[in-house]
């Protein structure tokens, strides 16, 4: 009998979300995307808030197990860190399919390009704090920005 991987390893993948090739943190974001619909279809925009709280908190005892396990600082089947901050991006969306696709490039987008603070915090922050923050960052910024491409009348 095969044994099962460790529940901190299961929630760091995202259920196995970073496990899939290529670009595992963008599939973790788009995973992300249908329970961030329902959530926001159920709960609006606080349960959107609530899920990234939720899942930062899971997050930083998953990815410092997952860490502390392989001594790879940020692994990139590590994927929790993806799906809390693609949750706040989510929050000005709405139901709204169209920002919710752009909730998901604009978060992808500062998450690769990691613009102040969120680069400084991935390479100086250690094990699941660098992991995770520089997520909700890029979560905060795509927010941001989607408010004011919405304010703004393009979305």
């Given amino acids: 009998m095969r044994k099962l991987p460790p529940l901190s390893f299961i929630l760091a993948t995202g259920f196995g979300l970073g496990?899939?090739?290529?670009?595992?943190?963008?599939?973790?974001?788009?995973?992300?995307?249908?329970?961030?619909?329902?959530?926001?279809?159920?709960?609006?925009?606080?349960?959107?808030?609530?899920?990234?709280?939720?899942?930062?908190?899971?997050?930083?005892?998953?990815?410092?197990?997952?860490?502390?396990?392989?001594?790879?600082?940020?692994?990139?089947?590590?994927v929790i860190d993806e799906i809390a901050g693609q949750f706040l991006a989510l929050i000005p969306a709405g139901q709204d399919l169209q920002l919710i696709f752009f909730a998901f490039l604009f978060f992808r987008f500062f998450d690769i390009t990691k613009p102040w603070p969120a680069r400084r915090i991935d390479r100086h922050w250690p094990g699941a704090l660098g992991v995770m923050v520089d997520d909700i960052v890029a979560g905060i910024y795509a927010a941001l920005l989607l408010m004011g491409v919405h304010l703004a009348g393009f979305g």
Wanted: aromatic letters at 6%.
């Fill in 19 to 78: 496990l899939l090739r290529p670009m595992p943190g963008t599939w973790g974001s788009l995973g992300t995307l249908p329970l961030g619909y329902a959530l926001s279809v159920a709960y609006g925009p606080t349960g959107l808030a609530c899920a990234a709280i939720i899942v930062l908190l899971l997050g930083l005892w998953a990815s410092g197990q997952v860490v502390m396990r392989s001594g790879v600082k940020d692994d990139p089947r590590i």
